[in-house]
């Protein structure tokens, strides 16, 4: 699912089947038409329509955290995450420490709106992947939404970030990296996402519907509902990145693929 604001009413979902015998993945549904009416709102459509999957889904993928920072929901009393010990606070003071040797003017991090997951992919991988802030002004009100919608849902939820998905996807199928930097644009961002769709199904990642194909490539948000379900499916097929070693955690984590994809073996494990 490629959520946004409960009043933008551009949440997209999209469903993969999987087919472990054929050895074949199938975009089987995508749906835009999530949008609010009078007396009946957008959430209300996304709970339904997750409902008639439920039974038979192994897990549910967005593109926004569902839970608060942790120093959000902490009971103990807080001396200040200056002095603060949790494991969590320390890791991060950590990782600024790091960060603040290269850089200039010295910032300090903020553990009410910020995640240890979103330092660490600003600063670990081949590239730097900037996320917003879970509570911060751009991503507060998509969390909220988000928390409102799990918890009527009865699944495994799991968090991806489209944009680093579609990057290790990519790479691992020679894809040209402007067609994966660029797929948001809003002048070019169509055709970068047409030829990214095209190498997918051309590649036999994934077969594509002639009429989602089209969606995807007028719709970003539709293409990310995509990618955040490919993120799902190969978390399901262990290939997607574990918790670096010393990582808290408590903390929550944000699933991308492998930085080596093998689709061979993918395929060849049931």
Known sequence: MSLSGGKADKACLAVLEYYPAQKKLFLTKVEDKLKSEPNISADLKINE?????????ESLTMDSPWE????????LKCPGFEA??????LWMWKENSE???????KKVFTPYTQRAVEMYLAEHLEE????????????APLLARAHFLQRRMNMNLVEAYPKLTLWRLGRSLGIMKSHLRFHRHAVGGDASRRSILHALSEQGV???????RKLMIENNHAFEAFLCALTGFLKFKKQTEPRPSGF???ESWI????????????????
């Not at 960060?99 to 003017?105: I, T, W």
């Not at 699933?255 to 049931?270: A, G």
Request: overall charge positive; some cysteine; hydrophobic content about 30%.
């Open 128 to 139: 730097k992947f900037i996320l917003n802030h879970a509570l911060g002004a751009n991503q």
């Open 49 to 57: 329509f997750v409902e008639q999957y439920g039974n038979q889904s």
């Open 99 to 105: 960060k603040n040797k290269q850089k200039k003017p």
């Open 255 to 270: 699933d991308f693929p492998k930085d080596s994809l093998n689709w061979r073996k993918i395929w060849d494990e049931v």
């Open 206 to 212: 994934v077969f594509l519907y002639d009429q989602d």
């Open 68 to 75: 608060q920072p942790l120093c959000m929901t902490c009971k």
């Open 84 to 89: 603060c010990q949790q494991p969590h606070i």
């Open 248 to 250: 808290p955690k408590e």
